[in-house]
């Protein structure tokens, strides 16, 4: 093992949200696959006496992006759940529970990489397994919600949730917060004050913070298609 960067990691293959039509469900999945990623990337990277750097170019980015991510799902699909699904607000709450849950699991990754006295305890098997658990719970917490979601919400609700989904995650906090509250005024308060904070310590310590994923643009129609002159209609036509 060596103390270079690890290489960033790649957006999956097309063929994975191919399968997938609705752009809240595509974001979402493509965003868990990236993360699920870059965990492992951390994972393999980890260090050890003769190389403590060599984690820092996978782990970060993983802490970050994931970060990111759990803010933003509470600050949109939390509000939406409230909004359009049955028994919303406890739904909500799942959701911020299971965020803080995660978000104490990165704060114990963020300890241990830094070499804080409170994760001296915690091996780093505990910690990678705790952190897969935690990051699948929540990816599957977050599909649910979107199922449900596409069952009482329309096509161009869910493309303005995917669009407010990546806009919020390019400005929320980039590190792990799970004691700030999670949700409505004082969470969104809680957001920004946390935000500005950790973008003075992200320039301070030059760190790399990547971009979120993009939802996907739906398939125009015909009429669009010809006017741009980008068909891509069924082959049988």
Partial sequence: MNDRPAAPVDEPADALADAITDTLADIVVRTHAVLEAR???AESCRPTQDTPRAAYGATDPFLASTSRHVAAANAVLGPAARHHLEHGQQRAHEL????RRLE???????????GSTFATHRTWSSIWAE?????SAQRDLEVRLVEDLT??????????LAERLYRCERRVPTRPHPYLPHRGVSGRL???VALRVDRFWDTAEGRMIPEPVRP?????GRITQY????PHLPADR
Avoid: F
């Fill in 227 to 230: 006017l741009l002159a980008d």
């Fill in 96 to 99: 911020a529970q299971q965020s």
């Fill in 151 to 160: 069952a009482v919400t329309s096509a161009q609700e869910r493309d303005a």
């Fill in 131 to 135: 952190l897969e658990r935690e990051l």
């Fill in 190 to 192: 809680a957001r920004r």
């Fill in 104 to 114: 104490v699991a990165l704060g114990e990754l963020k300890a241990k990489l830094y």
């Fill in 39 to 41: 965990l492992r990337s």
């Fill in 216 to 220: 996907r643009r739906r398939r125009d």
